[in-house]
Nanobody, 124 residues
Framework: QVQLVESGGGLVQAGGSLRLSCARS????????MGWFRQAPGKEREFVAA????????YYGESVKGRFTISRDNTKNTMYLQIDRLIPEDTAVYYC?????????????????WGQGTQVTVSS
């Protein structure tokens, strides 16, 4: 089993930046694809971005292209989400997730391991 722990959320003013982290541990060989999702109050969970662990191929949701950057550090077994030019609409709980797939996807059901989430709140 893979374990995922997110960190880095908080309260930020609009226009600011945040970097979220997702540390993975356990049977990481089955975690070939990692992704970020978010869920705003009263809304369904939304795909944000995904990255393949082997070659760092990336895929972004349309609503975050240009402001969000996903990356991973093999040596630290950690995935990151850099969020720039934050807007109030970015307020949500951000979840990292793991999938055994080796190609990028935005399909939530393909991710079988989830972290507990980290809250991001953007004030206007």
């Amino acid at each position: 089993q893979v374990q995922l722990v997110e960190s880095g959320g908080g309260l930020v003013q609009a226009g600011g930046s945040l970097r979220l982290s997702c540390a993975r541990s356990g049977r990481t060989f089955s975690s070939r694809l990692m992704g970020w999702f978010r869920q705003a109050p009263g809304k369904e969970r939304e795909f944000v971005a995904a990255i393949t662990w082997r070659d760092a191929s990336t895929y972004y949701g349309e609503s975050v292209k240009g402001r969000f950057t996903i990356s991973r550090d093999n040596t630290k077994n950690t995935m990151y989400l850099q969020i720039d030019r934050l807007i109030p609409e970015d307020t949500a709980v951000y979840y990292c997730a793991s999938s055994p797939l080796s190609v990028v996807t935005n399909r939530e059901y393909e991710f079988d391991i989830w972290g507990q989430g980290t809250q991001v709140t953007v004030s206007s």
